[in-house]
């Protein structure tokens, strides 16, 4: 069965630094999005990508967050100065149509800054 | 705009019990609904949803929940539950005008032999 895979798995960086983290959404989906979760609280969305732009974005979502998708495959987030309060589980979804259709989510990314 | 209110934080219950895990939302627009799981160390699985007809949807394992309007509401059941059962339970809405899920806060569901 096709899966959302994310790597790696639990990511530690100092403050300031960039991080990549990294999804390889289904082959055949077209739509491509990042949540993150904080410790204890709500799962919440990041961006939603598709056609190689931003189609949505959240206020959380500022100018040190980007995305890209550099080939047919990955999809990225880069987070370019890290802070502390980025430490959360960044998980990559992704789905074939808009609407109603159902978002396939990976396994997550634990990041942690220091 | 929307939100997900799921007020049971943590639900204890012995196996082969029922189990209701409650999720009210709020939207000035049709939404639609959705009920992930969370098993440990996994991603979020798609448990059901609800896009339009009857309000009364199942999943292959068992849960069922019910699209009720006046109540806003989508609480998920299961007439008895197993061990296997136990992870954490996420209600989700999203609108046709957006592209992102809205999340409730999750429910534990921890299942007692």
């Known amino acids: 069965e096709p899966e959302v895979t994310q790597t790696p798995s639990h990511q530690v960086t100092q403050m300031g630094q960039e991080v990549i983290l990294r999804c390889v959404p289904i082959s055949n989906h077209l739509y491509f999005y990042w949540y993150r979760q904080i410790l204890g609280q709500k799962v919440e969305f990041l961006v939603s990508f598709y056609n190689n732009e931003i189609s949505e974005k959240s206020e959380i979502f500022d100018d040190q967050f980007s995305v890209e998708r550099p080939d047919g495959s990955n999809f990225t987030l880069k987070i370019r100065s890290t802070k502390l309060e980025d430490s959360a589980m960044y998980f990559c979804?992704?789905?074939?149509?808009?609407?109603?259709?159902?978002?396939?989510f990976g396994p997550g990314t634990r990041l942690t800054v220091l | 705009a929307q939100s997900v209110t799921q007020l049971d934080s943590q639900v204890p219950v012995f196996e082969e019990a029922p189990v209701e895990l409650r999720c009210n939302y709020s939207s000035s627009v049709s939404v639609y609904l959705f009920w992930y799981v969370q098993y440990p160390n996994q991603g979020l699985q798609l448990l059901l949803k609800?896009?339009?007809?009857?309000?009364l949807v199942e999943s292959i394992n068992g849960f069922e929940a019910e699209f009720n309007k006046s109540q806003t509401s989508f609480h998920l059941r299961k007439p008895s539950v197993h061990i296997s059962d136990t992870a954490e339970y996420f209600c989700a809405v999203k609108t046709d005008s957006s592209y992102k899920l809205i999340f409730g806060s999750g429910t534990r569901l921890l299942v007692r032999p």
């Open positions: 979804a992704s789905s074939d149509l808009a609407g109603g259709n159902e978002q396939f």
């Open positions: 609800y896009l339009s007809g009857s309000t």
